[in-house]
């Protein structure tokens, strides 16, 4: 299991501005296809991270951050926690890198040199062997996704059956409001149980307070 590639676009216009090399163990002509068109259907509004399910077997993640869009394809079982933490931390040398030339680029992939930091990340993620840093900053945003929804899809629908971004993250907001509602009703039924043993103890405590005066007075 590996990361198979990688790409990485401006959102308002879906302009490619990295990619890895391609993989020579996998025909990834296809997939790149693929993440060029989902670049095009990329909005400002768009959910800021998510999976989609491609084909034989091989899944996308991705996320949008500061206006630009991190997609890796990897097989669908390969760890979705350490896909999410090799794009938080391309993201973060991406930025330090070219945070401040992103939005003046006008010709594909300008930035390709980042190719290299690239390929070290990806081996990094790819052999379970992240630096301290990596495994510091995977930590933090599980920790953060564990507390959010990511947007599932298809790259079909989104592709060729004119299923929009917005929509999924429609049902992303449903679904998290679902949850929301779940955990507070959750909550007060914890609350309530809580009053009712406290109710319970106290009731036994009179009792017994009753009955030790009747039988010693």
Request: hydrophobic share 35%; with cysteine.
């Amino acid at each position: 299991m590996s990361l198979q590639l990688t790409m990485i676009g401006r959102v308002t216009d879906g302009l490619p501005l990295a990619a890895s090399v391609q993989n020579e163990e996998t025909n990834t002509t296809v997939y790149q296809n693929e993440g060029k068109m989902f670049f095009k259907k990329l909005r400002q509004n768009s959910p800021p991270e998510g999976s989609l399910q491609s084909k034989n077997n091989m899944t996308f993640h991705y996320i949008i951050r500061s206006g630009v869009c991190y997609l890796v394809l990897c097989e669908t079982n390969f760890d979705k926690k350490s896909a999410f933490g090799y794009l938080e931390d391309l993201h973060s040398e991406f930025f330090v890198q070219y945070g401040n030339k992103v939005d003046s680029v006008t010709r594909p992939y300008a930035f390709i040199e980042f190719d290299s930091y690239i390929q070290k990340s990806k081996r990094s993620y790819s052999n379970g062997s992240s630096s301290a840093r990596n495994q510091n900053l995977t930590k933090v945003n599980t920790e953060l996704r564990d507390v959010q929804t990511i947007m599932m899809g298809n790259i079909d629908d989104v592709l060729k059956r004119g299923v929009a971004l917005d929509q999924l993250q429609n049902n992303t907001n449903n679904l998290s409001a679902f949850a929301k509602n779940y955990h507070e009703k959750s909550k007060k039924l914890n609350q309530t149980s809580l009053y009712v043993k406290i109710a319970a103890g106290g009731g036994l405590a009179c009792f017994l307070f009753f009955l030790m005066r009747f039988f010693l007075f």
